[in-house]
């Protein structure tokens, strides 16, 4: 029994599998053996700082996150995030070099999509009179149309400062369904190397990189993990409920940012200070407690089930059998793939249904047989499937099952 629920492909939020809502339903009305619910219970309690102490420990065992990173959960989403990780990295560079000008002072943005282009546009606004936001490479220059985001521009654009206060990157694009790979040889990899050898040449400082992987997170292991100064996720795409953000902050981001700002860095609110939240073991003020618990739960299936090797390989066959059949698809004139070979995100598969009314009618004929959420996002339209670790193999194969009658009844 299912209670009459449809198979999710939404964007986010997203599907959580059906085992940990029902579990969630048994917590709302008593937490821990508390005889508290948890949307009632205090985040002070004996119980939930346990909870949290879990939450961090299972993200370390699942990520391998090294012990020169804290694990923090924080309030608000991915837009909150990549606002308040400019406050606190331009606090450090400030300490670091206390006489930089604005036009030394400069912010490093990958632009590979929608997400990615907000982040620094919001950087800009933040930073108007204290220092320099630049594009590293705009990814529609190398796009098919010269105006879309469909790729991972080659290595050799990727043009760096030499002291960056950060270096910015969505690892994966929700909207536009483009990913860096995963494998280190592939050209649509992020250029750790020409990074680490451009951004580290300024003086030993280890190298401020900071990555969005709201969209991505916990659906394999993240690359160079060690190589990120920070690396920052909202919560409902993979892992829960929106309203958390979960936070891989190096500890020499961790910093005063009174005595930065002392040194003319902008003011930063404390509830949006790393330092103070990790001072206070992700529990400074009242966090989003019904939204951590499910995360907590979907972190103990995860680790249940086998870990993030277990979902990596899953998830890789999810999105190419889901590829091959957009490819059968445009060999018979029926689909379009938006992105280019590559750089097609394993989460986010992005295409169009080409003819007149065809979409709709996609989206009509998948909506009876019970699947949702596969209408594309409003900027770039078309179709996007969102392959979420809660999506299991048989509904992507349902879904597969689907799109071949349909590729059937309108070549015919
Ligand atoms: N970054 C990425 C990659 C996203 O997918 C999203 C939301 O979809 C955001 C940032 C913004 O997240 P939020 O809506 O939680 O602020």
Redesign the pocket.
């Known amino acids: 029994d299912n209670h009459g629920r449809v198979i999710n492909f939404g964007?986010?939020p997203s599907a959580l599998p059906l085992s940990v809502l029902e579990e969630a339903q048994k917590g709302l009305l008593n937490f821990s053996g508390t005889g508290i619910g948890i949307a009632e219970v205090s985040h002070r309690s004996k119980e939930f700082t346990a909870f949290v102490d879990q939450v961090e420990k299972n993200i370390r065992t699942l990520l391998d996150v090294p012990p020169t990173h804290r694990i923090l959960l924080t309030q608000?989403?991915?837009?909150?995030q990549?606002s308040v990780v400019v406050l606190n990295l331009l606090a450090r560079h400030r300490l670091l070099h206390p006489t930089a000008t604005p036009e030394e002072t400069t912010l490093d943005y990958v632009v590979t999509g929608s997400?990615s282009k907000k982040a620094a546009e919001e950087a800009r606004r933040l930073t108007a009179g204290h220092a320099t936001v630049r594009t590293v490479v705009d990814a529609r220059v190398y796009s098919k149309d010269g105006q879309s985001f469909d790729n991972v521009p080659p290595h050799a654009e990727f043009r760096f400062s030499a002291r960056p206060a950060l270096v910015h990157y969505?690892e994966?694009?929700?909207v536009d369904g483009v990913e860096f790979a995963h494998d280190a040889q592939s050209p649509a990899a992020f250029p750790f190397d020409r990074l680490l050898e451009t951004a580290g040449a300024g003086g030993g400082a280890l190298v401020p990189l900071v990555a969005?992987y709201?969209?991505s997170f916990l659906c394999r292991p993240i690359p160079r993990l060690a190589d990120h100064a920070v690396i920052y996720a909202?919560a409902?795409?993979n892992l829960g409920p929106?309203g958390l953000a979960i936070l891989i902050v190096r500890e020499d981001c961790i910093v005063d940012v009174d005595a930065a700002a002392r040194l003319g860095a902008p003011p930063v609110p404390l509830i949006l200070s790393y330092k103070q939240l990790a001072d206070h073991g992700s529990l400074y003020n009242t966090p989003s407690v019904f939204a951590i618990y499910v995360a907590g739960l979907v972190l103990e299936r995860m680790k249940a089930s086998g870990g993030l090797l277990y979902y990596e390989a899953v998830n890789k066959r999810k999105a190419q059998k889901l590829y091959a059949v957009i490819h059968e698809g445009e060999q018979k004139g029926l689909f379009r793939r938006k992105v280019q070979q590559g750089s097609e995100s394993w989460m986010n598969v992005v295409f169009e249904v080409l003819g007149e009314g065809s979409e709709n009618k996609f989206l009509e004929g998948a909506e009876q047989e019970g699947m949702k959420g596969l209408k594309g996002h409003r900027s770039v339209g078309g179709i996007r499937v969102s392959l979420y670790n809660a999506i299991t193999e048989p509904e992507v194969d349902k879904l597969i099952a689907f799109m071949t009658h349909f590729m059937k009844e309108s070549s015919s």
């Open positions: 964007a986010g608000g989403g991915g837009t909150a990549f997400w969505c994966n694009e929700t969005d709201s969209s909202g409902q795409k929106a």
